[in-house]
């Protein structure tokens, strides 16, 4: 039975899960001696206070929203995948050699193209994972996360031995041509008469994120595929009932997942860098895990959550750079919000409902 | 008589067992209101009730297993306080649950000392139980071999072991819930002797069951629960099956369905030589042959785990198979792509899963989404790329409203809704597809009274029409009043068929058993 | 390659083993009362990282490992209260405490310390020092039994020896008393446990307890034995390969021993090569580094026998109704 209304389960409890979390990260900014309030200040202020902290943290709410959507899609099949930074790491190599190779006359044929290979890449990388699991049941947390270091090791490769241009010591590819250079929010705003800034480097792959979000919505909740992979997450017996093939949804979910994941490369070597580096996801397949959690695997919420971590993560650098806060905190901060809005999701719902049972048989 | 002077000395003597005023909720469910029951020393007293009428429930609180909300425990006549598992044990109380507490890759002897060691070593211990395991089964006929793993042996053994181990934690009243469900009912023959010489030995024993028969066959005394609370206790040489059946329910019930004798047709389902192994190799199906004709309900019977799930599944094609299935005279894939559920429903095989919380619904779907549920990929419910959500809401009032469903609200989620009105919804979804043929698994199970007449009346009335049902369930009293050709299935294989009015209850309990027809 | 060479490898890989070894058998007490715990790695470093801390503040490593197997029992009890208190899910709340341990150490590391999130470097008694046995130098001359014993056997830091007892005293903890009973009961089915009279949730926060005690000791190595100070995030996955190497041994302590001795070998190796020649065919070292994970896939596929884990494992135990 249901115990709370939808509103409370959709908006209260996470908000009180990131309330809690944030009650906590304040206390370990006052552990160090500093001042949270000044802190939360800056943040705002470093983040929101001007078009350019807007422009990074839309930078990095663009790279969560394809995380975010990548583990919320997987959530859905109930699966878990953590492998999203592994994907994300591929998908960085399929941008590249998309954007290297092939003499684009326009960026928005290199995007296309782009797009289709970090997709693929991704979607490649999460298609063994995922077989191992449909077909001889491997679990696929403890895959993924062998599939994450062994994407590092396969791109430490490619870069060291492939990709690196002759002479260089740098393990990175060559500057992509400037023919492929993503449009910027300041390229897209200014014919609109908005001026922003020039140096952000959040960009058009911003449009595609929230085009992901649309479409991920109308996928898990209008269409017959997105029925299926819903049903065979709550229940597989259910589904083999109702002739709904697991390993079909098993892989086509983790296909979508693992494309989405390596989506986030259009924009992080293709928008920003503009050339694949090491290390170029900095851990945002991870931070997509928290944003799923908190966005309750909702395209809104993920959306808003990721828009959420990109102010953390703009904040957070700025607190690094003016205080002797580092930027780990934002690391500390991401497992709170994961701890409270995953893990200790009943200690926040288990007294919540009792309240609310009290509530109703008080009226009734 | 002697024995009126024994029950005489009994009424005198302090209960067993003594609960008042025993309340528990279990968020917005309140399982148990304000139940208060005395058990005598040295009998075997009954509880009996529908399916979710707290009876389980009420025997756990007094095990420890859940807390009370409100209510007192007496045990000898002396206050008791049990807030765990551990105190009901030292208060000598042990139980046997419908669903055994054993671990499965442990001996015999692991589980029976389990929580019940001597010391922090576990050889002394495991010595010291053999020995005492060996008088058990002297003095009650209880014999298992100590050294067997649980995973290997029959449910019959692993029951047993449940009972040693409430004998060898001492206890003097033994609670076993619902413990016929999965026996044959010689074994359950052979339980109630082991319960009898029990109660001989001054044992107290508490039965829960919803079967009449066990209770009248073997209790001494009789308490009846319905939705929660104590309706009646009665001496059960005092009453009658139809008096405790209507206690149950709460009015007079019609045991048997009202229909017409049926007009069989052409053959719609043939079944040759149909063998199904599972997951881990074990043949579940071994060759079963089968003809379900139209306009003819086939109940099969049998004790749970014999074949019959499989059968159902393979049918509908949950689970693959090889052998010969001939729908309509056209033959039905085993395996492959086209073996599936959704293969199965285009060639018109409607199907009421056993498990509808498992199977038959998405217990967190919305319920206009589990009226699509198998049928998702029905050109009625698409618009180009999407599902046809508006055109299924629409279809969803139109089937509650047909079938009774309440609350009649196409957006509650399928488990806000009773067991009934569950049960409802599947049936209505397939039921309306106006399949050729329906399966049907456990119709009633935990469903109510009323929503039981319901269910019945809507498979007899698809048959009227010219439709073949094949209907499985462990209920012989429904077998007896819905088939119109039963046949018995044990150890996968079918071990007769026989006409509903040519047979009786003694009958089919021999081939549940294994024993032909001919030798019983 | 000479006998030597093939000594200092071995020697290496028992290094290397060890930190392996202890979160190995840390997550078999864990995993074998059913809780999953895919947080090995961060509770690793955060006892590396208060093992050092400590150690470079008092100057005693025993100090060091009080503290550090401290801190890594404060996260495994916060994975208790998340996976059994709360039956929160167990993968989710592994995933928390990784970066928990992740971003609290760097940040404390930076406030006390101020060397980019390392700890100073740690001499002499703040580290664990090499333990000579009794004969080494005596016989270090024997032909072949010599070297071993001395070189190979003799010579590591005294939680080397403590990790390779705890194989044989976990097999008789679990196989041979009560508690281990009890123990392996509880993640193969609660409901036994709990029926029998024995608090599910007091098994299994014991199992914690014993698991963050391991992993506590494991971090201890890796920061004052292993190397002289914590440096940022430098359990470097091998949380994650105690893991595989648990699921390679089947949840079996002597098996784990063989496991973690192998995966101890494929780094040794790593360590020692960078690209391997093998003929004209070269093995670049990335793929040396990734031979533990891919080997842990394969036997995860099953090519290798089945791992069946416990029953009872990352499901959290509610009573039903």
Redesign the interface.
Known sequence: MDVMPKWAEVVLVPLISLLLAAILSALVILAIGEDPIAAVQLMVQGALGSTYGWGYTLYYATNFMFTGLAVAVAFHAKMFNIGGEGQAMLGGLGVALACLYFPWPHWSLALIAATVGAALFGAAWAAFPAYLQAKRGSHIVITTIMFNFIAAAVLNYMLVNVLRPEGSMDPATERFSPTVHLPTLHEILAPFGIQFSKAAPANFSLLVAIAACILVWALIWRTRLGYEIRAYGFSEPGARYAGISPTRIIMISMLISGGLAGLMAINNVMGEAERLVLNATEGAGFIGIAVALMGRSHPLGVFLAAILFGFLYQGGAELALWTSIPRELIVVIQALVILFTGALDNMVRMPLESLFLRYRKGRS | MAMNDQTERQDTAAPAIELKGISKS????QANKDISISVRPGTIHGIIGENGAGKS?LMSIL????KADRGEIFINGKKTEIP??????AAGIG?V?Q?F??????TVL??I?????D?????P?LAKARKSLIELEREYGLNVDPDAVIQDIGVGKQQRVEIL?ALYRQAEVLILDEPTGVLTPAEADQLFRILGRLRDEGKTIILITHKLREIMDITDTVSVMRRGEMTATVKTSETSPEQLAELMVGRKVLLRVDKVPAKPGKPVLEIENLKVTDEKGVARLKGIDLTVRAGEILGIAGVAGNGQSELLEVL???RRGEGTIRLNGEPLALDGPNS??????TQGVA?V?E?RQ????????HAW?NV???Y??DASY?RG???D?TALRRDTEAKMKKFDVRPPDPWL?A??FSGGNQQKIVVAREIERNPDLLLVGQPTRGVDIGAIEFIHNEIVALRDQGKAILLVSVELEEIFSLADRIAVMFDGHIMGERLPNETDEKELGMLMAGMSGEAA | MDFLTIIQILDSTIRLATPLLLACLAGLFSERAGIFDIGLEGKMLAAAFFSAATAAITGSVWLGLLAGTLASMVLSALHGLASITFRGNQLISGVAINFLAAGMTVLIAQDWFQQGGRTPSLIGQGRFNAVTLPFADALADVPVLGPIYSELISGHSILVYLAFLCVPATWWLLFRTRFGLRLRAVGENPAAVDTAGISVIGMRYAAVAICGLLCGIAGAYLATALQAGFVKDMTAGRGYIALAALIFAKWRPWHAMFSCLLFGFLQAVALRYQNIHIGDFVIPVQAMDALPYILTVVILAGFVGKAIPPRAGGEPYVKER
């Open positions: 279990f968020g917005p469910v429930t095990y420890g297993f859940y765990d598992s551990q105190a009901a044990i139980m649950f669903h507490k054993l671990v499965e890759n442990f692991e589980n000392i389990l929580g019940a060691e010391g922090g070593l576990l050889k211990s181990k509908g094609g949950m599936d559920g959704r293969a199965r429903r199907h899963p498990d498992r199977e038959g619904l998405i217990m967190d779907f989404e699509a549920f198998g998702h990929l698409r790329p999407f599902m959500n989620t488990k806000n």
